[in-house]
């Protein structure tokens, strides 16, 4: 079973430029995650869905950050404009159907560098 | 505020030494706690899945235990290997407030020395 796929792995940019990552989750994996985590600290939650539907972006800077989830299936997470301290590896994890019990699978991460 | 903290950030030993990695949790109203591997450049991979009716998992040379009365879990390898080496996360889900989602200790860095 192939494992959830995340490109690019790694990403240099200036500040205020755009950035995209994207993430296919593992097939028929109906939640996705998004997680930021920042060198030293455990990853937070930055958008949680269900099929294509938003669950959970309470969390997601919502002023330069966006996802979405077209189809249900592959995910996109955008930054524009980008800041210094968004510098950071980037998630993405899938579970079966979001149970409260389900076990997340973890992507490799897109390593961000912000200069 | 519901946090989740490990202590300490990181810790060598020798191989074949036996060990307890520490995560302290600050509400005992949880719906499940894990444990977490991560190695460098890689994402996370679940190692012990412990429900809030559980005091403890096991697997392999890995256990975890729970105590939600003192806000607590332990995770204790037996007979570390060099291949042990790499950071191990503790996350918590909660009943209340953030019940969605997974809140994640900042790690334990573990070196196992040959």
């Known amino acids: 079973e192939a494992g959830v796929a995340q490109s690019p792995r790694y990403k240099i940019i200036e500040k205020r430029q755009s950035v995209a990552f994207w993430c296919n989750p593992i097939s028929g994996h109906a939640t996705l995650y998004w997680y930021q985590q920042i060198l030293g600290q455990g990853p937070k939650l930055l958008i949680q869905?269900?099929?294509?539907?938003?669950?959970?972006d309470s969390q997601l800077p919502k002023d330069r950050f966006s996802a979405e989830r077209l189809k249900g299936v592959d995910s996109t997470l955008k930054i524009q404009p980008a800041k210094l301290e968004d510098s950071a590896v980037y998630l993405c994890?899938?579970?079966?159907?979001?149970?409260?019990?389900?076990?997340?699978?973890f992507g490799p991460g897109t390593r961000l560098t912000v200069l | 505020k519901q946090e989740v903290t490990q202590i300490p950030a990181a810790l060598s030993v020798p191989e074949g030494e036996n060990l307890v990695l520490n995560c302290s949790f600050t509400?005992?109203?949880?719906?499940?706690l894990q444990w977490f591997r991560q190695d460098p450049g890689k994402g996370l991979t679940s190692l012990l899945l412990i429900q809030s009716s559980q005091r403890e998992q096991t697997s392999g040379r890995l256990n975890a235990s729970l105590d939600k009365s003192s806000g607590r879990s332990t995770l204790y390898i037996a007979a570390s290997q060099p291949g042990d080496s790499a950071t191990y996360l503790c996350?918590?889900?909660?009943?209340?407030?953030?019940?969605?989602?997974?809140?994640f200790g900042s790690g334990t860095q573990l070196t196992v020395l040959p």
């Open positions: 994890a899938s579970s079966q159907g979001g149970a409260e019990s389900d076990t997340q699978y």
């Open positions: 509400d005992s109203a949880i719906y499940n």
């Open positions: 996350a918590v889900k909660w009943t209340s407030g953030s019940a969605r989602q997974l809140t």
């Open positions: 869905f269900q099929n294509n539907g938003v669950v959970d």
